[in-house]
């Protein structure tokens, strides 16, 4: 059963399994936003990947000695959250993990993740606990599709990306090979990228040091702005099938990134690892405005 919240400007579909936004309606101009997770293409809509982003060498990784496999993007996406707290515009889910993954992932711990409408915008906010005895070592990002185009007299070609680089940072950006991550170097201006077929051939587009990225048609100027202040990496990610890519844009804030090709497979030591310590929690949030 989906969890539906809203205002006089959002209505927003929410799913307990991965606390997974589902669909936003905006009232005022009537358009869906959000991809419908057609498996045509990709199942899924906005999931939430932790205790890794992207994809470890050779599925795993290493820990106090010791070997544990873990898929692409980690479990949190697929496990069901119950209802912490509710009112009409503001929902909370929270999931405990017990020991029910140490296998793959060994520390206990809590995730809360809340959304809040504010006019066109929703507010994601995550908390992660670490209920261990020891420094809890995890990755967490977002991984929303949108859904372009959205109206049905524009095309793919009539929208365009915009980022805007945090101040005073170099802006690097990385290549995909076989799942795993390469630098590719510093980018010295990135503006503004138009959609075309060709974009996400390689895979995703990877780049750290972005405040915001607004995915918007030329045309009827209705879209999307996704910020998130502080958030070292970001991925922008369409699925690109026989010459074609899909329907929807994921822009995707991240605290994380997929192995590099030099990992040495340690978790403490991997490329963009974030540490809790014990008893402490990490918290952060990214805001989506719907244009």
């Known amino acids: 059963m989906m969890i539906v ?14 606390a997974e936004v589902r669909k936003v309606q905006h009232k005022k101009n009537g358009l869906d936003y959000m991809w419908t997770g057609d498996t045509a293409y990709w199942g899924r809509v906005s999931p939430v990947l932790f205790p890794i982003v992207g994809r470890l060498k050779e599925d795993g990784y290493q820990l106090e000695g010791k070997t544990y496999e873990m898929s692409q993007h980690g479990f949190l996406r697929d496990v069901e959250f119950e209802v912490a707290a509710q009112n009409s515009t503001e929902v909370s889910f929270r999931f405990r993990s017990g020991s029910s993954y140490l296998h793959v992932y060994p520390y206990e711990f809590k995730a809360i993740i809340r959304y809040t409408l504010m006019e066109d915008n929703l507010i994601v906010g995550w908390e992660i606990e670490n209920e261990t005895k020891e420094e809890m070592f995890f990755s967490i990002g977002a991984h929303p599709a949108f859904r372009i185009p959205l109206l049905e007299n524009e095309t793919e070609e009539n929208y365009n990306l915009h980022f805007i680089p945090a101040a005073n940072k170099n802006v690097r950006e990385y290549e995909i090979e076989n799942s795993l991550i390469r630098e590719k170097g510093v980018v010295n201006d990135l503006s503004s990228i138009p959609l075309n077929d060709s974009l996400f051939a390689h895979d995703a587009l990877i780049y750290s040091n972005i405040d915001q990225v607004t995915l918007s048609s030329n045309k009827s100027n209705h879209g999307v702005e996704v910020r998130f202040d502080g958030f070292p990496f970001v991925g922008i990610w369409s699925k690109y099938t026989d010459g074609k890519m899909a329907p929807f844009v994921c822009i995707e804030p991240w605290y994380g990134i997929a192995d590099t090709y030099n990992t040495n497979g340690n978790l403490k030591e991997k490329f963009g690892i974030n540490k809790i310590e014990p008893k402490e929690a990490f918290r952060t949030e990214y805001i989506m405005k719907f244009i």
């Open 5 to 18: 919240i809203e205002n006089d400007w959002l209505k927003v579909e929410i799913s307990p399994n991965g």
